[in-house]
């Protein structure tokens, strides 16, 4: 089965704790499945697997700060991933306007100009409405996982 990158931005955990969950129900199915919760740059140079951007957003519509060294660092550098497949899953809420998810059209922008390949359209999850965004992240990437791999 295919190695799948997870790069985690998150506020108070629940990116990550939606990162690991889809990390566990994808290992079980014989993924191999890597959640990068400080990602650097080596990250995604070292390799070529899909990356999935699973962040959160602060109040301000910008990428958390565990996510932003990287993503700071990918906008300055630029390393061309020209067709990598990736994903963004994003978690936000809507009473912030618009900056709700925010981060995740940051890492989108950044990742289209190393020429890396959206698949699908992102998910965006509200905490108005969603208690456990893994409830819904996880059919999402199974549909996501089922592009990338055709």
Same mark, same amino acid.
């Given at each position: ?56 957003? *602060? ?7 565990? !996510?932003? $060294?990287?993503?700071? /660092? #990918? ?46 359209? *992102? ?7 969603? !208690?456990? $965004?893994?409830?819904? /992240? #996880? ?12």
């Amino acid at each position: 089965m295919a190695d799948i990158r997870i790069l985690v931005g998150s506020v108070y955990g629940g990116a990550l704790m939606t990162a690991r969950a889809i990390k566990q129900a994808l290992d079980a199915e014989g993924y191999s499945v890597s959640v990068l919760e400080n990602p650097v740059l080596d990250d995604i140079t070292s390799d070529t697997a899909p990356l999935l951007v699973c962040t959160s957003t *602060t109040g301000q519509g910008e990428v958390p700060g565990n !996510l932003l $060294p990287f993503y700071v /660092a #990918l906008r300055e550098q630029l390393p061309q991933q020209p067709g990598r497949p990736f994903g963004v899953i994003v978690l936000g809420d809507s009473s912030y306007g618009d900056t709700f998810c925010g981060a995740g059209d940051l890492m989108e922008e950044a990742l289209y100009e190393t020429s890396a390949r959206k698949v699908g359209e *992102t998910l965006c999850i509200d905490a108005l409405e969603t !208690l456990e $965004p893994e409830n819904e /992240a #996880l059919p999402w990437v199974r549909d996501w996982i089922s592009t990338v791999l055709t």
